[in-house]
């Protein structure tokens, strides 16, 4: 027979989700706390079905309660692992989804004759869904972790800390050297390629971009990768990226993505790849370049570059913020 009294719902309510051992002592511990509650209320001029309705809601919600009573958690990730379950996360999306973005670059790069939006929608959609299952299934790990622990073991993180895992240096920390000469080296070697491949770089090597581009846009492309070069040298010698350098190297970023996917999309940067490469390599496949898919490359490496200049100047400036108003110098 179900309760029929407001009080005996609500005890019956609690008590249906805890362990048989602990539910008839924690029912008995109810009934009087209400039953007390509601004689007070009737002694202070209540009416009775009243007094009983506002001793119940005082309890507040019965599942709630039940499990109060019960010892279990009422989160999906508590405090104690919440630290590693975020750092797990971090490191998967930061690792997996470049890789994610890469391969369907790659696969759709090759032999499809899908359009620009469609490549980047694909792109997007298969970031946005990798995005999910990453979070969902290490939430559902950590979830379980956390509820098969036992109750003494529930409040200790799942790896002890130690000052050992403290970061080597703040993310706002000036640019090294070595770092600066790893970027200026790059511009300076993608320079040096393009002015080989525009030139034309003869019979023993491969032309992937067309000699025929004019003038112009041969000493821009040359440009964009020297002042590059010249934003990250001015960077290191200020001692920090200041939102001037960022909106620099932003505006270069936007330049070349837009020019590069001019001239891609107008078939004025790449030669006839597959006939280069049977000519050159003998080889007869039958395969072709998605130019959609290569622009949306560009458009990803280029917006990649131009975030992580913003977001370095921003770290100078939260940087500053946090250490007292002191702006870290060059190293």
């Known amino acids: 027979m179900s309760p029929s009294t407001l009080t005996d719902r609500y005890i019956w309510t609690v008590t249906r ?16 706390t209400l039953e007390e509650a509601v004689e007070d209320r009737v002694a202070a001029g209540e009416d009775p079905s009243a007094a009983e309705r506002a001793a119940v809601a005082e309890l507040g919600d019965p599942d709630v309660l039940a499990r109060e009573y019960g010892g279990r958690p009422q989160h999906l990730v508590g405090p104690a692992v919440y630290a590693d379950y975020v750092r797990l996360l971090k490191v998967l999306l930061a690792v997996v989804l470049p890789c994610v973005v890469l391969g369907v670059l790659i696969t759709q790069s090759l032999a499809t004759d899908r359009g620009f939006g469609d490549v980047l929608g694909r792109t997007i959609g298969a970031v946005l869904q990798t995005g999910v299952h990453l ?15 036992s109750e003494s073991e529930r409040d200790a993180p799942i790896t002890p800390w130690d000052p050992d895992q403290l970061p080597g240096d703040a993310p706002w920390r000036a640019p090294r050297f070595g770092e600066m000469a790893a970027e200026v080296s790059f511009s300076a070697a993608m320079v040096v390629l393009l002015v080989w491949q525009l030139s034309g770089v003869g019979e023993r090597g491969v032309q992937v971009l067309d000699p025929q581009l004019p003038l ?13 070069a010249a934003v990250s040298l001015a960077a290191w010698r200020v001692g ?10 932003v505006l270069a970023n936007v330049v070349s993505a ?6 891609l999309l107008s078939d004025q940067l790449l030669t006839d790849l597959p006939t280069v490469f049977a000519e050159r390599f003998g080889t007869d496949l039958d395969w072709s370049v998605s130019y959609p898919a290569v622009a949306v490359g560009i458009v990803v490496i280029c917006g990649w570059d131009a975030v992580a200049s913003v ?21």
């Open 17 to 32: 989700q805890l362990p048989q051992e602990s539910g008839p002592d924690v029912a008995r511990e109810l009934r009087v």
């Open 135 to 149: 979070v969902f299934w290490t939430t559902l790990v950590f979830v379980i972790v956390e509820r098969s622990r």
């Open 216 to 228: 112009v846009w041969k000493l821009v492309l040359v440009g964009l990768f020297v002042l590059d």
């Open 240 to 249: 920090r990226w200041t939102p001037t350098l960022a909106a620099v190297n």
């Open 258 to 263: 837009v020019l590069l996917v001019w001239l």
């Open 311 to 331: 977001r370095r100047a921003w770290l100078v400036r939260d940087g500053s913020t946090r250490s007292g108003g002191r702006r870290p110098s060059a190293q």
